[in-house]
């Protein structure tokens, strides 16, 4: 099979083909942008592969950033982009079920493409535009099946972080999973426990988050990978339910970490811990623990204003998309205008300040002045006072006389 016309991203490389080929050395796109580009899907990185060695490559061009060089890949810098060239290689036995206890170099395109995941990943395009397929995989890709290079259970006992992977294109693309690559992760499931959770967190999101997450999904409960996975063991048909559910592909991480929680039915409490557990950001968990409760309130009612606020109108918009996932139709325009229209949208909006309570009121400094902050702050938001420096001050009077003062 040969290209008709080569992606501008390849066309961008091309130079460093040319280079390479004219010093004598082999050279070709690799790995996922040649599996994208043959299924009409946006190319997000080019890589490629050559029989020229580090030193070679490193030699040959003028810029280059030594990024992995121990595993032969050197990024080769150009006018207009940066672009990671990899030796061929081949790899020893993995001792710890995820990296190479030695990589050899070698000047066999054969050699470094069998040692691949799956067959749709091990195919290479010249810079002629042939596409060179040693394992099948094009007729793999036109039965949209994913199937392992060579032995499945050799594969995914070299690097078990290939059995999410597999999982994840499932996920992804769609595809079904060859049975014999099933079976051999199904045996082989125990084997992400060796894995690093941080590897794990990146499959397993881009598995939630595919545009057929519920084949994804399904095969990774069957497969029972999810008893090795931070925090599943005992949710096994709560993924099951995450699964079923309804809509397209979740646009965003914390999107995707909000539902499954909604699914798995876990208490505030236990939201940090569980996501602690995966090695997610602050920042996420912190987003997360506020969207969970504010979409089992948005399920039964529509939002208020302090709702809104508190929440605040990322947050918020990203809630009342989720709605669709339950049946519901969400009307984002109606959150941003509702957000637009609050009377502040901080404290540092409101017409009194600490400092003009401390002036007003012959008290000591203490927890009272974020008290009468707050108070004031959702009688504002919820449109009970305006927001006026005299009224405000009045209001504070008899907050501090009810609370405070005998």
Same mark, same amino acid.
């Given at each position: 099979?040969?290209?008709?016309? !080569?992606?501008?991203?390849?066309?961008?490389?091309?130079?460093?083909?040319?280079?390479?080929?004219?010093?004598?050395?082999?050279? %070709?796109?690799?790995?996922?942008?040649?599996?994208?580009?043959?299924?009409?899907?946006?190319?997000?990185?080019?890589?490629?592969?050559?029989?020229?060695?580090?030193?070679?490559?490193?030699?040959?061009?003028?810029?280059?950033?030594?990024?992995?060089?121990?595993?032969g890949?050197?990024?080769?810098?150009?006018?207009?982009?940066?672009?990671?060239?990899?030796?061929?290689?081949?790899? *020893?036995? %993995?001792? @710890?079920?995820?990296?190479?206890?030695?990589?050899?170099?070698?000047?066999?395109?054969?050699?470094?493409?069998?040692?691949?995941?799956?067959?749709?990943?091990?195919?290479?395009?010249?810079?002629?535009?042939?596409?060179?397929?040693l394992?099948?995989?094009? *007729?793999?890709?036109?039965?949209?099946?994913?199937?392992a290079?060579?032995?499945?259970?050799?594969?995914?006992h070299?690097?078990?972080?290939?059995m999410?992977?597999?999982?994840?294109?499932?996920?992804?693309?769609?595809?079904?999973?060859?049975?014999?690559?099933?079976?051999?992760?199904?045996?082989?499931?125990?084997?992400l426990?060796?894995?690093?959770?941080?590897?794990?967190?990146?499959?397993?999101?881009?598995?939630?988050?595919?545009?057929?997450?519920?084949?994804?999904?399904?095969?990774?409960?069957?497969?029972?990978?999810?008893? +090795?996975?931070?925090?599943?063991?005992? +949710?096994?048909?709560? !993924?099951?339910?995450?699964?079923?559910?309804?809509?397209?592909?979740?646009?965003?991480?914390?999107?995707a970490?909000? !539902?499954?929680i909604?699914?798995?039915?876990?208490?505030?409490?236990?939201?940090? &811990?569980?996501?602690?557990?995966?090695?997610?950001?602050?920042? !996420?968990?912190?987003?997360?623990?506020?969207?969970?409760?504010?979409?089992?309130?948005?399920?039964?009612?529509?939002?208020?204003?302090?709702?809104? %606020?508190?929440?605040?109108?990322?947050?918020?918009?990203?809630?009342e998309?989720?709605?669709?996932?339950?049946?519901?139709?969400?009307?984002?325009?109606?959150?941003?205008?509702?957000y637009?229209?609050?009377?502040?949208?901080?404290?540092?909006?409101?017409?009194?300040?600490?400092? @003009?309570?401390?002036?007003?009121?012959?008290?000591?400094?203490? &927890?009272?002045?974020?008290?009468?902050?707050?108070?004031?702050?959702?009688?504002?938001?919820?449109?009970?006072?305006?927001?006026?420096?005299?009224?405000?001050?009045?209001?504070?009077?008899?907050?501090?006389?009810?609370? %405070?003062?005998?």
């Amino acid at each position: 099979m040969k290209l008709e016309a !080569l992606p501008i991203e390849f066309q961008g490389a091309m130079p460093v083909l040319r280079d390479l080929q004219a010093a004598g050395y082999e050279a %070709y796109y690799v790995g996922g942008s040649v599996r994208d580009i043959l299924l009409n899907k946006p190319i997000h990185d080019v890589d490629i592969a050559t029989s020229a060695f580090p030193a070679e490559i490193k030699q040959l061009f003028r810029r280059t950033i030594d990024i992995g060089i121990q595993h032969g890949t050197v990024m080769v810098i150009t006018d207009d982009a940066t672009y990671e060239v990899t030796t061929f290689r081949t790899e *020893s036995t %993995y001792q @710890d079920f995820r990296r190479p206890d030695h990589v050899e170099f070698v000047r066999s395109l054969k050699e470094d493409l069998k040692r691949r995941d799956f067959t749709i990943n091990a195919l290479a395009v010249g810079i002629d535009g042939e596409v060179i397929d040693l394992f099948d995989g094009l *007729s793999d890709l036109r039965a949209r099946k994913l199937r392992a290079v060579g032995n499945p259970y050799e594969r995914f006992h070299e690097d078990a972080l290939r059995m999410m992977r597999g999982l994840r294109f499932i996920s992804q693309l769609g595809f079904t999973l060859d049975p014999e690559t099933f079976e051999a992760i199904r045996e082989y499931h125990s084997l992400l426990a060796k894995i690093s959770v941080e590897r794990v967190n990146v499959e397993f999101v881009k598995l939630l988050m595919g545009s057929s997450r519920q084949a994804g999904v399904k095969t990774f409960v069957e497969s029972e990978c999810y008893v +090795y996975c931070p925090g599943l063991s005992e +949710y096994g048909e709560a !993924l099951l339910r995450f699964a079923d559910l309804i809509g397209p592909a979740i646009p965003t991480e914390r999107q995707a970490w909000t !539902l499954l929680i909604t699914m798995l039915g876990l208490k505030l409490e236990q939201i940090r &811990p569980f996501m602690k557990e995966w090695k997610c950001s602050n920042q !996420l968990i912190k987003d997360v623990s506020q969207m969970v409760p504010a979409l089992a309130l948005r399920r039964t009612k529509d939002w208020d204003n302090w709702q809104l %606020y508190q929440l605040g109108r990322e947050l918020a918009v990203s809630v009342e998309y989720l709605i669709i996932y339950f049946g519901q139709k969400p009307n984002q325009a109606k959150i941003r205008l509702m957000y637009q229209n609050l009377p502040i949208h901080n404290l540092q909006e409101l017409a009194i300040k600490g400092n @003009d309570l401390i002036q007003r009121f012959d008290y000591p400094k203490g &927890p009272w002045i974020n008290a009468v902050l707050r108070a004031l702050e959702k009688a504002v938001i919820e449109k009970e006072l305006e927001n006026n420096q005299e009224i405000l001050l009045k209001f504070a009077l008899k907050f501090m006389e009810e609370k %405070y003062y005998d």
